[in-house]
């Protein structure tokens, strides 16, 4: 199947969705629930969970950009804190360029995509889903495989 097709059908579920706990954790590592939220290893996370993983990110409103990747840790964790309560309306992906944008309510737009060095199996953002699954994606494709097997630390992260 077409890699942006599985990313529709991946990410799909996801839209009309709330965001919460929204955090930027080690470096610029970013979280964010929707749905449920589940006692999972000792650590709360929504039915569905999402990791900006190994890639460069932005988070825009009304075209303004409020942090990237790069920005100072509070500055990104102030402008993180505003994906909190707002519904997932849309997204979107490039294949060409692998860039999958984010669209919530209040404008916000988050973008990201690989580290321009990244290796072709490098995760750009791994979404794990209600059926005990971690989606990652990486330049080489979509990656399914058991939750149980990806490291307890990406579940821990905060």
């Known amino acids: 199947m077409q890699l942006k097709r599985q990313i529709d059908t991946l990410l799909r579920p996801l839209i009309g969705q709330k965001a919460w706990g929204a ?5 610029s590592f970013v979280t964010i629930e929707f749905g449920r939220k589940r006692l ?9 969970h999402l990791w ?7 988070l825009s409103s009304s075209g303004r950009l409020l942090a990237h ?5 509070k500055v990104m964790q ?3 804190d505003n994906l909190n ?11 060409q360029r692998m860039i999958t944008g984010f669209t919530f309510d209040h404008n916000l737009h ?8 990244a290796v072709p199996d490098e995760e750009c953002w791994i979404l794990f889903t209600p059926d005990r699954q971690a989606a990652s994606l990486r330049e080489s494709g979509l990656k399914f495989e058991p939750k149980d097997h990806v490291p307890e630390a990406s579940l821990a992260q905060r």
């Open 52 to 58: 900006l993983y190994q890639c460069e990110w932005d």
């Open 40 to 48: 999972y290893n000792r650590h709360y996370h929504g039915d569905w």
């Open 78 to 80: 102030l402008a993180i």
């Open 23 to 27: 955090s930027v954790g080690w470096g």
């Open 85 to 95: 309560g707002a519904e997932l309306k849309g997204f979107s992906f490039d294949s």
């Open 69 to 73: 990747s790069e920005s100072k840790k």
């Open 110 to 117: 988050l973008s990201c995509k690989p580290y321009p060095d």
